[in-house]
């Protein structure tokens, strides 16, 4: 059992547990119960491969981006999430947890989203099966993410405006947690990232940790050696981290770099630099750490990307902060929009806002020659041709 | 024995009313007033909230009174602070109620310990789960001579109620139905039979039912299948009003009948 992964208690080190009131208690022990049996079983393994297979694409390609490379002197690989159907590494969970829904009997399925990624990508698994579909979304995020908005209603799902709070996505977090005290019995939560009650931050890290198992394989067919020098990802709630450091964790000699977004600067007041800013604290079902006051208020963060501001991150992630594991870096939104530049540019990739954040922190790292970096490339740029439009005055 | 143990040791026939409000709602001042005003009324017990930033068991009037609380400038220190002249205005049984990362911010062994230093006789906050009390704070809480109150909802297994039961000290607070607060109650043949169900346990300590219990006839329904009922969310509506100080009494009044 690696030292970097859930104990039975559900807890990594001192992060992470169940802290949900009575009325989620029945849904959570159900999932806690259940879900390695379900997602460790013949049958769920072979629906999942097929449909990460024929239905998003995967394996998806481990680019060597020849340009970048050469810019930064050392070989970096890219791997291309925003190539998966609906354009980020999103569906890698919801596949996974629609699934699971499935054999749970649950016949409605709730979710809360920010950007819209993920909640389109719970819309289009939902289809998929032909399950109702009510997505949670903040009133200030649906205006500004107005085409994931349309996406999801054409899918059949039922868009709900989170007017709570500061109405983005901790308020749709809290909405979505909300609609699920009150529909006890035949609703699944798909929760977006490596956040919440156990056993969700492992259930969901397991689903995309397809990421790495894949990297792994491909790392060994072009270069000779199955681990990279580096792993770098961008961490909102930490998803598409978790799933690509999952299978290199335990490997001493693999460098992991989390890369949050500082906003407008760390300490400008507008930031969601979470390890930097937060401390440790219990945020929608978990310990792990947050921003808040001294009061113990939850403070909410910025980004100019809406998928990286969250005011926490997932218990996982402080483990691997606290215990010096991973490395975590704070980038300001100025400096991934020029990354999100310079990677289109070099190399006909446009990045969502997101994965610019880690393309940016490969600025501030010294190579030594030869070395190896996997960078995850979490999702396209499609959603944020507005924002960068607007950024670079195009 | 603490102030709720005798509560429920001496009530006799009587049908216990308890009431929440949110700390600094309408306005700072305005908690120890209306403690005041509630025991003055014939209340039983009160339900005192500590306002918090993402209240996920809350229905959209406890919702706004938080916010608005949290904008006046509640804070548990605030809250405290306040609390030193509890004993010197109320008798009553008090009890706070909040979430979990509040209590953590400003230390549970401090949190317990203040608690019992302005005379609060116990704590209810839903998010703590039942491993971590057990685990980490029932020695604590026991030191300061704290009620920590445990929520039963529907769907919560009889075996668990069990569990429950041996580690409350109070009473135990049972859910007219899963639900986030402010939802009207109505008692369905399925609720009833949750309610009966829950009795048959036999349980050691006495039962109160809360969420959705809103007036005469939903109190009374509610104290058929316990010892006490909780208003929370109708009273906390009641505050938003202007004259609200003058309408206590009779809220109150018309909630006995
Ligand atoms: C493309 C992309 N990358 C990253 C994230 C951040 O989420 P996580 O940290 O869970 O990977 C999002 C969230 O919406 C996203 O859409």
Known sequence: MSEYQVNDNGYYGNFGGAYIPEMLYPNVEELRQQYLAIIQSGDFQREFDRLLRDYVGRPSPLYPAARLSERYGANIFLKREDLNHTGAHKINNTIGQILLAERLGKKRIIAETGAGQHGVATATVCALKGLQCVVYMGAIDIERQAPNVARMKMMGAEVVAANSGSKTLKDATNEALRDWINNPVDTHYIIGSVVGPHPYPDMVARFQSVISAETRKQLLEKTGRETPNYAVACVGGGSNAAGMFYHFLDEPSVKLVAVEAAGRGIHSGESAATTVLGREGVLHGSRSILMQTADGQVIEPYSISAGLDYPGIGPQHAWLHKTGRATYAAITDDEAMQAGLLLTRLEGIIPAIESAHALAQLEKMAFKGDENVVVCLSGRGDKDLDNYMKYFGF | ?257
Do not use: W
Request: charged share 20%; net charge negative.
């Open chain 2, 1 to 257: 024995m603490n102030r709720i143990n005798q509560l429920f040791a001496d009530k006799g026939d009587r049908r216990i009313l308890s009431i929440y409000f949110t700390a600094g709602y309408p306005t700072l001042e305005s908690t120890l007033d209306i403690a005041e005003a509630l025991e003055k009324a014939g209340v039983d017990f009160l339900e005192i909230g500590f306002p918090y930033s993402d209240p996920v068991a809350d229905g959209p009037v406890i919702q706004h009174s938080s916010e608005v609380a949290l904008h006046n400038g509640m804070t548990l220190h605030v809250l405290f602070e306040q609390l030193k002249e509890l004993r010197k205005r109320v008798s009553i049984p008090v009890l706070l109620m909040g979430y979990v990362n509040p209590v953590l911010q400003y230390g549970v062994e401090n949190f317990c310990e203040s608690c019992r230093a302005v005379g609060v006789d116990g704590v209810i906050v839903p998010d703590l789960p039942m491993y971590e009390f057990e685990e980490h704070y029932q020695s604590v809480f026991e030191a300061n001579g704290l009620s920590n109150i445990f929520l039963v909802t529907p769907q919560t297994s009889e075996e668990r109620i069990r569990k429950i039961d041996g580690l409350s000290t109070g009473f135990i607070y049972l859910l007219s139905s899963s639900a986030t607060t402010g939802k009207n109650l109505s008692v369905s043949e399925s609720t009833t039979a949750y309610f009966s169900r829950v009795r048959a346990v036999g349980l050691k300590n006495p039962t109160v039912i809360g969420f959705g219990i809103s007036d005469h006839e939903t109190f009374v329904r509610a104290t058929e299948y316990a010892e006490g009922a909780i208003v929370g969310s109708a009273f906390v509506r009641l505050l938003g009003e202007a004259d609200y100080r003058e309408k206590i009494p009779q809220f109150i009044h018309q909630l006995r009948g």
